[in-house]
């Protein structure tokens, strides 16, 4: 739910990014197997990628454990969610894995970085949109 | 920015996988154009 719901948010916002020149470029973690359903359940159109080995995202210091599942934040992610019919089906991939956003601009210099703190909290769109411009 | 330049050269150097499977490296991702790269917590 949570996840696809900040992929859906995204997707709203491709043209804005199309203009600027910048690619989208959205990496899960679970089996390849999983990327079609997730393309057609969240209608996304960029690139879409796996690191099942999760080497990406242990390099970023994203975080991996169970307090990060927990907090009010999440809760109030997840009613929102739900709310707005984004129902989590069950999960493809690691459970306990955070998330977050790199903007790397052609030279391989990063211009923005957000680690996720806990299910449900995501960088903020504008920020993203701020960091491409 | 809390993160450097050499921490994304590294991040280069790694793949990840499209839906047939293929390896792609990270760094190919970024090399024409400014790129936001997602990291979701899960496919779910």
Same mark, same amino acid.
């Given at each position: 739910?949570?996840?696809?719901?900040?992929?859906?948010?995204?997707?709203?916002?491709?043209?804005?990014?199309?203009?600027?020149?910048?690619?989208?470029?959205?990496?899960?973690?679970?089996?390849?197997?999983?990327?079609?359903?997730?393309?057609?359940?969240?209608?996304?159109?960029?690139?879409?990628?796996?690191?099942?080995?999760?080497?990406?995202?242990?390099?970023?210091?994203?975080?991996?454990?169970?307090?990060?599942?927990?907090?009010?934040?999440?809760?109030?992610?997840?009613?929102?969610?739900?709310?707005?019919?984004?129902?989590?089906?069950?999960?493809?991939?690691?459970?306990?894995?955070?998330?977050?956003?790199?903007?790397?601009?052609?030279?391989?210099?990063?211009?923005?970085?957000?680690?996720?703190?806990?299910?449900?909290?995501?960088?903020?769109?504008?920020?993203?949109?701020?960091?491409?411009? | 920015?809390? +993160?450097?330049?050499?921490?994304?050269? #590294?991040?280069? !150097?790694?793949?990840?996988?499209?839906?047939? $499977?293929?390896? +792609?490296?990270?760094?190919?991702?970024? #090399?024409?154009? !400014?790129?936001?790269?997602?990291?979701?917590? $899960?496919?779910?």
């Amino acid at each position: 739910m949570i996840c696809r719901r900040q992929v859906v948010d995204i997707q709203s916002q491709m043209d804005t990014f199309k203009k600027m020149n910048v690619r989208i470029v959205v990496i899960g973690n679970g089996s390849p197997n999983f990327i079609e359903g997730f393309r057609n359940d969240t209608g996304y159109t960029g690139d879409l990628f796996t690191d099942p080995s999760l080497k990406s995202y242990q390099l970023l210091n994203f975080r991996n454990s169970v307090t990060s599942l927990l907090g009010f934040k999440t809760i109030k992610s997840a009613l929102h969610a739900i709310s707005t019919g984004y129902l989590q089906k069950g999960i493809q991939g690691d459970a306990l894995q955070q998330g977050g956003v790199v903007v790397i601009d052609s030279d391989g210099e990063p211009v923005y970085f957000y680690a996720d703190s806990e299910a449900g909290n995501h960088a903020s769109l504008n920020e993203i949109i701020q960091a491409c411009t | 920015m809390n +993160i450097e330049k050499q921490l994304i050269q #590294e991040l280069g !150097k790694l793949t990840v996988q499209d839906y047939e $499977h293929k390896e +792609i490296p990270l760094a190919s991702l970024w #090399e024409k154009q !400014k790129t936001v790269l997602i990291f979701v917590r $899960h496919f779910g």
